[in-house]
């Protein structure tokens, strides 16, 4: 158990429709991480956050959008959703802004999204 | 931005080496390697931060030449339990986006 937790697990959903994930970091991690992982494919950075700021943006589609709260839970918003959003989105969370000195970051068991 | 692994794919038998390639157009500031088995997430290996460090981790060793803009990962003396896909993970200056490879996928058999 990494500590992180994800919401929903799994989800199916129809095209043009709107979701939201949940993340919740480990305790006393201040980022938050996005990712992005399609069937059989690597791992795509969407977006960072640190402390409640957004800090860092990676491949992330104008359709999706993410925020981080005061309790540092972080969501993700998929909105008009196309077959090809379809993937496994990963939240990881780390204590501090940079990876260098803390290390590892810790995923969550991540949450399957199914376009129909 | 992301760096691109070599080779994709690789099948070992039990106690044959392997090595994982990661290279990247831009300086790196540090390098990660982490592994993923089928359905499960990412779980972290190990981390270098300097120019021709290298580390070891029981039998799985890295290297990361700076100058480079490359890191390898050397498995030695394969285990079953070593199959999955292994991603390097790279950042250019701290607190910088943090990209993974495009991933290697290892099967190991008896």
């Known amino acids: 158990d990494s500590g992180v937790t994800q919401t929903p697990k799994h989800l199916i959903t129809a095209t043009g429709q709107r979701v939201t994930l949940r993340c919740s970091p480990r305790?006393?991690?201040?980022?938050v991480y996005w990712y992005q992982q399609s069937l059989d494919q690597g791992l795509q950075f969407l977006i960072q956050y640190y402390n409640g700021e957004e800090r860092a943006k990676g491949n992330i589609l104008e359709r999706f959008s993410a925020q981080q709260f005061p309790d540092l839970h972080s969501e993700l918003n998929l909105s008009s959703l196309e077959l090809g959003d379809s993937a496994l989105y990963f939240c990881?969370?780390?204590?501090?802004?940079?990876?260098?000195?803390?290390?590892?970051?810790?995923f969550g068991e991540g949450s399957r999204l199914t376009v129909l | 931005q992301q760096p691109v692994q070599s080779p994709q794919a690789v099948i070992l038998r039990e106690g044959e080496d392997a090595v994982i390639n990661c290279s990247s157009s831009k300086a790196l500031y540090s390098v990660h390697w982490y592994r993923q088995k089928h359905g499960e997430a990412p779980v972290f290996l190990m981390i270098l931060l300097k120019g021709g460090e290298q580390k070891g981790h029981d039998k799985i060793s890295a290297s990361f030449n700076e100058k480079k803009q490359q890191s390898s990962l050397y498995l030695t003396a394969s285990q079953l339990s070593y199959s999955g896909t292994y991603f390097c993970g790279t950042e250019m200056s701290t607190g910088n986006q943090f990209y993974f490879g495009t991933g290697t996928s290892l099967t190991v058999i008896p």
């Open positions: 990881a969370s780390s204590r501090s802004l940079g990876l260098a000195y803390t290390g590892e970051l810790f």
């Open positions: 305790s006393g991690d201040l980022s």
